[in-house]
């Protein structure tokens, strides 16, 4: 039981893995022309009222919940999605910060969320996979 477990986990971080290689390419091989401004963006979906425990909690306990309960009912496509998708938003975001010669900051920024979000990300996707095999 321990094993199938173990492998799961292995899956899930190979396919993390598979989408930061890819993230890493694509963004190398395509470049966005002019200054692109997200500052409103970024105003209107991270204001002051969103930086709070509570909402950070409450948004990541409703994607566990998602993608734990989908993955199973779509057999584990939404599962690999958003690995994979994860994965390409930090392979871009790391080949940015590589090519703007910042990837201290990169890091910096990435910390917190490597400690908590990403690992749980990668450990709790195999509950969706586990629930397959049981059924």
């Given amino acids: 039981m321990r094993k199938k477990i173990n492998r799961f986990i292995f899956l899930s971080f190979l396919l993390f893995f598979i989408g930061f290689l890819l993230g890493i390419s694509l963004s190398a091989r395509y470049k966005i022309l002019g200054n692109v401004n997200i500052t409103?963006?970024?105003?209107?979906?991270?204001?002051?009222?969103?930086?709070?425990?509570?909402?950070?909690?409450?948004n990541n306990l409703k994607a566990s919940l998602l993608l734990s309960f989908g993955g199973a009912l779509t057999f584990s496509g939404l599962t690999f999605l958003n690995l994979i998708f994860n994965g390409m938003n930090l392979g871009a975001l790391f080949y940015e910060a590589l090519a703007s010669n910042d990837v201290g900051t990169f890091f910096l920024l990435i910390f917190p969320h490597?400690?908590?979000e990403i690992p749980a990300l990668i450990i709790a996707e195999p509950l969706a996979l586990r629930f397959l095999t049981n059924c």
């Fill in 114 to 116: 490597g400690i908590f």
């Fill in 40 to 58: 409103p963006f970024l105003e209107r979906e991270f204001g002051k009222e969103k930086l709070s425990f509570s909402y950070i909690f409450e």
